[in-house]
């Protein structure tokens, strides 16, 4: 890239820092609130005195919809003073439930939301979950409630960066109360689900490589209706995102296994919240950790999956290499690598089809595997010996140019003894 292209985003990104900062920006944006939330022409005397929640609601979704305070406080907007300001009907600070009828009252309605394209479920889907049972039927102080998930004045849609339901934040939003170890004793449920999800394939996933199609919380539990997956249930879910996975885990016999309630589905070998690659070497660990019978068919494939695995494995790296050794010899590589993408698919394919149990469907695409990594090793062998001819060839060459050095040396010196 050339040094011009660059100058000039660095002074755009320089132009564009400097404009929210400055004091003015700031005066007009606040006037611009006051503004927009007055009713035309009138004084809108709540954001008067109350300037913190003033700021905090401009910045939500809801302010830039014509939203005012009084749609979810009541009292009188057009008044200045606080005891007409705050006349009946005045809700001041709503209970939990009444924040649930509050923000129902559009969004629960589906003629309201209809235009926005949002669904106007969330509170009969709060009902069905957990959390809407201690906050419906049982009052209980620890519930959350949409505020709690959503803040009361700044509220975003999820896939504004800020928001407290974007993907990054929703950890965050859930065990502000699921790492509460008081409040989590109280039902005996542990804690300290978030930060082991953060260290597992998905939270890495996630946080590390901003893979957006990493499942957050919500992805396994819902968002309204969160609910522990079942035992039963819970290969569903999984299959949701990893579906080659769940085709070939359903047509084995861990699949009816696991609707019959007889193990815990994928979790039974990669954990719900710390959910981790088994290690190829680790595979005959985990089977035998419930196929505990030696001569069992379970311990023999147990055994003849990870081999093909590790032998699958290593073929591939060969591969590699050789294809290393074809490129330091001066060959042309791009035969043999597009043969090794093709045998690098047939690998990739052998995680999920493991999962059958079919150690024959295996067996073929390891034959593949190792067919097209002999193929590559043997192109590099040859062009490492002609490589060893061709030195070899040079020597000859050499010995005579040195030869005839050394002739003519010879022959110099004889002349000027001559002379
Ligand atoms: C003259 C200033 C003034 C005006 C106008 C005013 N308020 Fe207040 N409001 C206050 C003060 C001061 C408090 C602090 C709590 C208290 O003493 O009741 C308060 C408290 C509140 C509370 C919290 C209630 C509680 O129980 O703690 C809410 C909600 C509220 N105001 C909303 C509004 C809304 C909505 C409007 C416009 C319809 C409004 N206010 C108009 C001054 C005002
Ligand atoms: C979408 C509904 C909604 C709107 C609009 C709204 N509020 Fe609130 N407000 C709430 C809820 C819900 C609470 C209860 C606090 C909580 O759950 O965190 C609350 C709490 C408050 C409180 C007291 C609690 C505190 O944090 O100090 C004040 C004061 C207040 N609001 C003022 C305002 C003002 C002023 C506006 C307009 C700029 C406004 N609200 C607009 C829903 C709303
Ligand atoms: C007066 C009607 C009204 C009330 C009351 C209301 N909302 Fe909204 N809300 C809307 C409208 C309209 C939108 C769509 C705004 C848009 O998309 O620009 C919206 C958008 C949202 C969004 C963003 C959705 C998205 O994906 O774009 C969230 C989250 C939200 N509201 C939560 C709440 C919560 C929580 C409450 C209660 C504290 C609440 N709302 C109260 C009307 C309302
Ligand atoms: C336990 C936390 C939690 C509670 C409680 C909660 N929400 Fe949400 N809400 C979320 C999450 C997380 C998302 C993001 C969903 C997603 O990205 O699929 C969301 C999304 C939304 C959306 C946007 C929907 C869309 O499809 O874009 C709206 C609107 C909303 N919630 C309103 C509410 C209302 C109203 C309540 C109360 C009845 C509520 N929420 C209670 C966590 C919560
Ligand atoms: C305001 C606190 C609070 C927040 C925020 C919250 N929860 Fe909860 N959650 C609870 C409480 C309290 C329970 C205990 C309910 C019970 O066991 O009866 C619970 C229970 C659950 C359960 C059921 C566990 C079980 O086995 O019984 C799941 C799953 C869950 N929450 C997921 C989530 C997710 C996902 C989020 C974030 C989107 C979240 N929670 C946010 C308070 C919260
Ligand atoms: C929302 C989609 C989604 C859901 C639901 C989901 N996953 Fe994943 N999973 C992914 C993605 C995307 C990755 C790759 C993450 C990365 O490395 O960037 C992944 C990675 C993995 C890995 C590591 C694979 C590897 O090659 O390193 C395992 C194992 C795994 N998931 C198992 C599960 C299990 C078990 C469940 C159910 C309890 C599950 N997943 C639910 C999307 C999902
Ligand atoms: C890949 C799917 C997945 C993700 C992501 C996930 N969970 Fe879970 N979670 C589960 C499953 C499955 C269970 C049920 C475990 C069981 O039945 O053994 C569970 C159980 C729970 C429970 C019940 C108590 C317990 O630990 O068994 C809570 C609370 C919970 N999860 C909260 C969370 C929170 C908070 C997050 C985000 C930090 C999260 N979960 C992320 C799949 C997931
Ligand atoms: C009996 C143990 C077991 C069960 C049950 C199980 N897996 Fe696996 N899973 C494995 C093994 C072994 C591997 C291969 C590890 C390797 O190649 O290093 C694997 C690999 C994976 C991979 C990576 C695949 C790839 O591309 O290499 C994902 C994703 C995965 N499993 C998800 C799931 C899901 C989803 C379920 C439930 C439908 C599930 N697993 C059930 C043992 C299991
Ligand atoms: C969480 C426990 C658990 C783990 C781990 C597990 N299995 Fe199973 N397996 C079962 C259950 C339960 C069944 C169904 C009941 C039965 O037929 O024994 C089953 C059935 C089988 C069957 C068909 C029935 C039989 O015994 O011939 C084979 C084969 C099998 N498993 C192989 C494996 C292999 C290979 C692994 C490791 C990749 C493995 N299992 C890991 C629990 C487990």
């Not at 968002?223 to 080659?244: G, I, N, Y």
């Not at 695409?365 to 060893?388: I, M, P, Y």
């Amino acid at each position: 890239m050339s040094w011009a292209p660059r100058i000039c985003s660095a002074l755009l990104i320089l132009a564009l820092a400097g404009l929210p900062s400055s004091a003015s920006g700031q005066e007009r944006s606040d006037r611009q609130i006051v503004q927009q939330l007055g009713t035309a022409g009138s004084q809108y005397g709540c954001v008067i005195c109350h300037k913190d929640k003033r700021r905090a609601f401009a910045e939500g979704v809801h302010a830039n919809r014509g939203i005012v305070c009084h749609d979810c406080h009541g009292g009188d907007p057009g008044a200045v003073e606080k005891e007409p300001g705050h006349a009946a009907p005045f809700v001041g600070i709503p209970t939990k439930l009444e924040t649930v009828r509050i923000c129902g009252d559009c969004h629960s309605d589906p003629n309201q939301m209809r235009p926005f394209g949002l669904p106007a479920d969330q509170a009969a889907e709060m009902r069905t979950s957990r959390h809407g049972e201690l906050l419906f039927y049982r009052d209980d102080p620890n519930a959350p409630t949409c505020t709690d998930c959503h803040d009361s004045h700044t509220i975003r849609p999820p896939e504004d960066a800020r928001s407290d339901v974007h993907p990054l934040n929703i950890m965050g939003t859930c065990v502000a109360c699921h790492d509460d170890e008081a409040m989590m004793g109280s039902y005996e449920l542990p804690t300290g689900q978030g930060e082991t999800y953060r260290t597992s394939a998905h939270g890495i996933g996630l946080y590390e490589h901003f893979n957006f199609a990493a499942p957050t919380c919500i992805s396994c539990h819902g968002s309204h209706s969160a609910l522990p997956a079942s035992e039963t249930q819970v290969a569903d879910v999984c299959s949701q995102c990893h579906a080659l996975v769940g085709q070939a885990f359903y047509a084995g016999p861990h699949g009816p296994a696991t609707r019959a309630g007889q193990m815990p589905g994928c979790l039974a070998c990669h954990s719900n919240h710390g959910t981790e690659l088994v290690p190829v070497e680790g595979i005959e660990a985990v089977c035998t950790s419930c196929h505990e019978e030696a001569e069992s068919d379970a311990a023999v494939m147990a055994t003849d999956i990870q081999t093909l695995l590790m032998r699958a494995e290593g073929n591939i790296h060969s591969a590699e290499e050789a294809i290393h050794e074809l490129g330091e010899a001066g060959r042309g590589t791009d035969d043999a690598r597009f043969r090794q993408r093709a045998a690098l698919t047939d690998f990739h394919r052998m995680g999920p089809a493991q999962h059958s149990l079919d150690v024959e469907a295996l067996e073929d695409l390891g034959r593949r595997v190792s067919t097209v990594s002999a193929n590559v090793r043997n192109q590099a062998e040859v062009a490492e010996e002609q490589r060893w001819e061709h030195t070899l060839l040079l020597v000859p060459t050499w010995f005579l140019a040195l030869a005839a050095i050394f002739l003519a040396y010879l022959r110099l010196r004889q002349t000027k003894g001559e002379a």
